[in-house]
């Protein structure tokens, strides 16, 4: 693999900034109430230099949309190994859902936000990107269940079951907090969130090995 340059690197982070900015002030604002200026000023840069790297509000949103689905992607796809446990997958599977929803909560948001309103940028990427790779776990989850490792179950509604129980406490964290008396969800409460959802989902399957 070749090693990035410096002037590479520098453009990633760069980019990685502005990102992350954008994903705090789409989350809060939403995307009618944001600006090019409101993204600059969270981000400590020029809205000039931001309008080099993303010509528009709407390229720079649907950026840190697909950004989201490339972090999704890219932590969470199931292991094809055949000899890989169906427990050990599935745990670090919740495990890493549930670290995409404490590192990147806003990101969260800004994505179930569009999703709500039905996906009207994003709809594509997803039918290109996600479709396929959620085919592929699906069917790993059916070679598991042929070969009698896990309790029969519709893999697609475990998935989405899956999906909602750990994106809650990126998307109502405020409610969470509430609830829990605190003013922001500390690494406990995500380290036992996952403990508990990963019993929760292995005993329902039976997949405790």
Known sequence: ????????????????????????????????????????????????????????KDKLYQAVLE???????????FNDDPEASPACTIRQYIQQKIELSRDYPNGSKVFAHEIINGAPVLKTYLIENLKPAFERDVKIIERWIAAGHIRPVDPKHLFFTIW?????????????QLLLGKPSLEQDDFNEATEFLCNFVLSALDAQH
């Open 1 to 56: 693999m070749t090693k990035p340059t410096k002037t590479q690197a520098n453009r990633a982070k760069t980019e990685a900034g502005i990102l992350r900015a954008a994903e705090e002030v789409f989350a809060q604002k939403g995307f009618a109430g944001s600006s090019m200026d409101a993204v600059a000023q969270q981000a400590g840069i020029s809205k000039q230099l931001i309008l080099y790297y993303f010509p528009g």
């Open 164 to 176: 909602a129980a750990t994106q809650t406490y990126a998307d109502f964290s405020t409610q969470i």
């Open 67 to 77: 950004n989201m689905i490339d972090l999704w992607l890219e932590k969470m796809q």
